[in-house]
């Protein structure tokens, strides 16, 4: 059995074992990794390497078995579910740190949709995909804080429509290196990093785009909330969002959220982190048209532990 996609102009530049991973929900990186050595994929009918980059139009190849591109997440009542704002149409539940917002394997579970199709089980078959039930956005798995999610086909599509419309709007408060004053707005494209796919990047002058790259569009808006020694707490806000948004446009402007590593945050000294392990980014409101009534509905949530009390030790070092 063989299955083919197209490469797209949004996914140019990508590395061949990254494309896969990303159009095959199912596929672990490991397993991508493995079929590729095994020569199960080809790249318009070349057996293909695993970082090959791959160009717009590219027509990409896989023979043999597969987990499956789609599945439902399993229903994991244990998983505990915080919901800060529910009715027939929606829930705002609030995800903690170091939980995935959905699975990528058919049998894992302790996700935030594991918890959701528990409780929520009409949400089985509403969204962008099954293992994504009802889920308007995403979180990374370090990143705390509120997600949107719709209980009906309709509440879904009409939260997809104002998405689309901007006029839903998350807001995240953010710890960053450095001190920042007033308020401002970073309007830099990105495109998947070069060397490193787990990571995106901010196109700026220095950065060179290959002509098979198409950057995204996107704008951070953010205001200083206070000071923090020498760091500063960010109000971040976004209309629409990107993989990365927020921790790869702060990376760009010189202050990286404290504890990212991935995009070169600063640690902290291990008095002040007390073990925190992850970067200190909370999703903490959102805005958006109720799909029903259209009135504007408004959700928030305070800062988790971890990152508060980091900045109480910050403020009295």
Not at 221 to 240: D, I, K, P, Q, Y
Request: overall charge neutral; some cysteine.
């Amino acid at each position: 059995m063989a299955t083919q996609h197209t490469v797209s102009a949004a996914q140019a530049g990508q590395r061949l074992d990254r494309f896969l991973v990303d159009v095959t929900p199912g596929l672990s990186r490991a397993r991508a990794r493995a079929i590729l050595e095994a020569g199960q994929v080809r790249v318009d009918g070349h057996r293909a390497r695993k970082g090959e980059p791959l160009v717009e139009g590219n027509v990409v190849e896989v023979t043999g078995e597969l987990p499956p591109q789609d599945f439902p997440p399993v229903a994991t009542p244990e998983v505990t579910l915080v919901v800060r704002y529910e009715d027939a149409d929606v829930v705002v539940v609030e995800k903690p740190a170091g939980m995935p917002t959905h699975p990528l394997r058919p049998d894992e579970t302790g996700t935030l949709a594991n918890a959701l199709i528990a409780r929520y089980p009409e949400m089985a078959g509403v969204g962008f995909h099954q293992r994504e039930p009802g889920l308007l956005h995403r979180l990374d798995t370090d990143t705390s804080g509120l997600v949107l999610a719709a209980r009906t086909k309709e509440a879904f599509e009409a939260l997809r429509a104002a998405t689309a419309e901007e006029k839903l709007e998350k807001r995240y408060l953010a710890l960053v290196e450095g001190r920042l004053a007033g308020e401002g707005v970073v309007e830099l494209p990105l495109i998947p990093h070069r060397k490193d796919p787990k990571r995106v990047e901010a196109v700026t002058e220095h950065v060179r785009i290959r002509a098979a790259v198409k950057p995204h569009a996107a704008t951070t808006r953010w205001r200083v909330a206070s000071e923090v020694g020498e760091f500063t707490l960010l109000e971040v806000s976004l209309t629409r969002a990107f993989r990365h948004q927020v921790r790869a446009h702060l990376a760009a402007i010189g202050h990286p959220l404290v504890g990212d590593v991935l995009y070169r945050g600063p640690a902290l000294p291990a008095d002040v982190a007390q073990g925190l392990a992850r970067h200190c980014l909370h999703a903490s409101e959102i805005h958006f048209p109720h799909p029903r009534t259209g009135v504007m509905t408004r959700v928030v949530s305070a800062l988790p532990e971890d990152i508060s009390g980091v900045i109480h030790r910050l403020r009295r070092s």
